[in-house]
């Protein structure tokens, strides 16, 4: 909606990878700015636990990677077809969105267990954590300038 009137959109429009769709849809690009982070944060927090052994590096970036793969899985449903005119499908995909989300956790955890020896689980879950709750607090100002700017 721009400026009171309803502008439709494409199939192919899809706010996470088409940037004009983006600049109007303002939680599509906070997803993405969050995705982003959560990769970033994923190379660093692997790379910080490389002098911890490979173990612990395995571990993080199990950890990290299952959190990513996650969020990004969640992000694409929820945003698919997003349309903030349709309130109720929105929760309904949140909702499935978050389901698929949990399972896949749950999934690729019980994997990486079964096929990796010497994991390190606090090292795991503490990445797993970072990866969740950093970057949706540092995303917010990240890209405020930009918007300071205009």
């Known amino acids: 909606m721009i400026d009171g009137t309803y502008t439709a959109r494409t199939k192919g429009d899809y706010p996470l990878g088409n940037k004009e769709a983006s600049r109007q849809q303002p939680d599509a690009l906070q997803v993405k700015r969050i995705l982003i982070l959560q990769l970033a944060l994923t190379l660093i927090l692997t790379t910080a636990a490389l002098p911890?052994?490979?173990?612990?590096?395995?571990?993080?970036?199990?950890?990290?990677?299952?959190?990513?793969a996650a969020n990004s899985i969640f992000a694409f449903r929820v945003?698919?077809?997003?349309?903030?005119?349709?309130?109720?499908?929105?929760?309904?995909r949140f909702y499935g969105a978050e389901l698929i989300k949990l399972a896949l956790v749950l999934g690729l955890f019980a994997v990486a267990f079964?096929?990796?020896?010497?994991?390190?689980?606090?090292?795991?879950?503490?990445?797993?954590?970072?990866?969740?709750?950093?970057?949706?607090?540092?995303?917010?100002?990240?890209?405020?300038?930009k918007i300071r700017e205009r």
Do not use: E
């Open 79 to 92: 945003f698919r077809h997003y349309r903030a005119q349709d309130p109720k499908a929105v929760l309904v």
């Open 114 to 145: 079964m096929t990796s020896k010497g994991l390190n689980l606090p090292a795991l879950l503490i990445a797993y954590f970072a990866v969740q709750v950093l970057p949706a607090v540092l995303a917010p100002g990240w890209g405020a300038h």
């Open 52 to 68: 911890f052994g490979i173990p612990v590096a395995l571990s993080v970036l199990i950890g990290a990677a299952v959190c990513l």
